[in-house]
């Protein structure tokens, strides 16, 4: 890379990038990974093509190399090596390590509480809708309701989703079935002044609402004008047998 300087130092057993990005605002939901993970090449394939400078964008992770640039591409650099950082941890945090160490923050609650009532403020889960990076933003996953949830705070409402995969949740309560809790049977009850609405009422409507979704669907299929036919060709095979049993009844009179 044109313009860059670079100067070999000896590893520290506790990256400096690695505390600093795990510290900064907005990325409480990371966990650090460790250096053997982030130095065996085999964890990162296929990164090299998704990563801009992705070799300096690695040496800044690993503390490898101290870069001395001026500030447009040093901002450039640790630009891409937070990228880097984010796609390596959705591989690393379903490890057996990475898993320990997201359980560990899992318990304490560092994701945040469910927001919804009947779940007793069950902690959270991060979940990306997608593996594919600048898709989603992250969400949360709550493993008593089964839902995702936006975060509360606005700085964890840009991390990127595929920071943490589609299936981190899920591959987690598999490896600690005695985390998942029991799903939430509980659901909310309408009342008008302490009194529950007609059951009869709230079927009816619940039928009506059926009635005009099925009448929706074979619209759509162009069921509909077949029903109709079908329908008017009844009636006229009923009108025709009325009209036989006329004729034989004045014949006998």
């Not at 992770?61 to 640790?78: G, Q």
């Amino acid at each position: 890379m044109e313009g860059v300087v670079i100067h070999q130092d000896k590893p520290d057993s506790s990256s400096k990038f690695r505390l600093r990005f795990i510290s900064s605002r907005g990325n409480e939901y990371f966990c650090e990974i460790d250096e053997d993970y982030l130095t065996d090449r085999f964890n990162l394939t296929g990164l090299n093509t998704d990563v801009q400078y992705y070799q300096y964008a690695l040496d800044l992770v690993t503390d490898v190399y101290e870069l001395d640039c001026d500030d447009n591409m040093r901002e450039a650099v640790e630009k891409s090596a937070r990228h880097l950082y984010g796609l390596v941890h959705a591989r690393y945090i379903v490890t057996t390590r990475g898993l320990a160490k997201m359980v560990e923050k899992y318990k304490k609650g560092d994701f945040g509480k469910c927001p919804r009532v009947s779940c007793g403020a069950e902690h959270l889960l991060p979940q990306g809708l997608s593996d594919l990076p600048h898709v989603n933003t992250v969400k949360l996953f709550c493993p008593k309701c089964e839902d995702l949830y936006n975060p509360k705070s606005s700085r964890h409402s840009t991390v990127d989703g595929a920071y943490f995969g589609n299936s981190f949740p899920n591959i987690l309560f598999q490896v600690y079935p005695a985390l998942k809790p029991e799903p939430s049977t509980e659901r909310y009850e309408p009342k008008v002044y302490g009194f529950k609405l007609h059951a009869a009422a709230a079927l009816q409507r619940w039928q009506e609402r059926r009635r005009e979704e099925m009448q929706q669907r074979m619209k759509s299929i162009g069921v509909e004008k077949i029903f109709t036919e079908d329908k008017d060709k009844d009636g006229e095979e009923a009108e025709s047998e009325e009209g036989e049993e006329m004729e034989i009844a004045e014949a006998d009179a």
